[in-house]
């Protein structure tokens, strides 16, 4: 399994005070580079800045992951929807997006290589797939894509209002609450999986640098270590033939490259039963709502 983390430095930054955002980004790192784990943190660069100036403090929460080994992707500057702005605005917001990663990178001796989607929208026609594509293609980025999707964040922002709240017992409830999901999650994209290629594939997943993760991180890595994962980069993930898979999907949903490949089959969509879904109280902690995949993603 290959671990991807959404909204570098910190999902909501904007909203979360400047010591939580530290926080949570020296413990991510420890954490992961403390074990030996391989990561991609994708970067809203948007998320750098304070009164529209970009703040080196954040900036120094990026370099803290490439000098711990891990990789930065490009989530886009301001992580707009695909199907909610014109092509042309959206490569605009991949361009800016880059300014600072491409600069810490290239110090480095390296250039960014990967990309994802904001909210896994890909496009609703082929033509507007096709231009992302190609346009990627020429600033040399790769798609990450997703097997393991998940409503972290609905348990991430119930978790911050416990944090705000300084509710600890709140926040321990939310926190073994979220592990035991997600990895009921990872159960469920095992048998995905299994019904569309017939074994386990190197999976993808989805989670975000937040203050939920750093918190309990360690423990969802217990459980994977348990079920017989080993953590691997990216690229060596990727590898595997299965996501050389045809791939024509252009709903209007956020959804897993498992059931992209699946649609592009042409599955039966009873196959995707039984998805687990956020437990009503923490939804309400959140004061959100889980809408369908499709909808909500």
């Known amino acids: 399994m290959a671990l991807t983390f959404d909204d570098l430095p910190a999902q909501r930054a904007h909203a979360l005070p400047d010591q939580r955002i530290a926080d949570l980004n020296r413990e991510l790192i420890e954490l992961l580079a403390g074990r030996a784990i391989p990561a991609v943190g994708f970067v809203n660069e948007d998320k ?55 600069r810490l990178l290239e110090a480095r001796g390296e250039t960014p290589r990967w990309f994802r989607h904001p909210f896994l929208h890909t496009g609703t026609d082929l033509e507007t797939r096709r231009r992302v594509t190609e346009f990627l293609a020429t600033r040399s980025y790769r798609v990450a894509p997703v097997t393991i999707d998940n409503s972290e964040w609905i348990f991430a922002r119930a978790y911050d209002l ?74 060596a993930a990727l590898s595997d033939p299965a996501y050389a898979s045809d791939d024509t999907y252009t709903g209007s949903g956020g959804i897993t490259w498992l059931h992209r490949w699946a649609l592009s089959r042409g599955v039966d969509r009873s196959v995707f039963a039984g998805e687990p879904t956020a437990p009503e109280w923490v939804q309400r902690t959140a004061g959100l709502r889980e809408s369908p995949r499709a909808r909500r993603r």
Do not use: C, K
């Open 162 to 235: 416990a944090l705000d709240r300084r509710d600890a017992e709140l926040a321990a409830r939310l926190g073994a609450a979220y592990v035991d999901y997600m990895l009921d999650m990872t159960r469920y994209y095992e048998g995905q999986s299994r019904a569309l290629f017939g074994r386990e594939i190197p999976q993808v997943m989805l989670l975000h640098a937040n203050a939920l993760n750093a918190d309990h991180l360690g423990s969802l890595l217990e459980g994977l270590r348990e079920r017989g994962y080993a953590l691997v980069a990216l690229e």
């Open 48 to 102: 750098l800045e304070v009164d529209g100036v970009i703040d080196d403090r954040r900036v120094a929460h990026l370099e803290a992951w490439l000098d711990a080994g891990l990789e930065l992707g490009n989530h886009t500057y301001s992580h707009p929807d695909l199907h909610r702005t014109t092509v042309e605005t959206y490569l605009d917001d991949i361009l800016r997006g880059e300014r600072v990663t491409r």
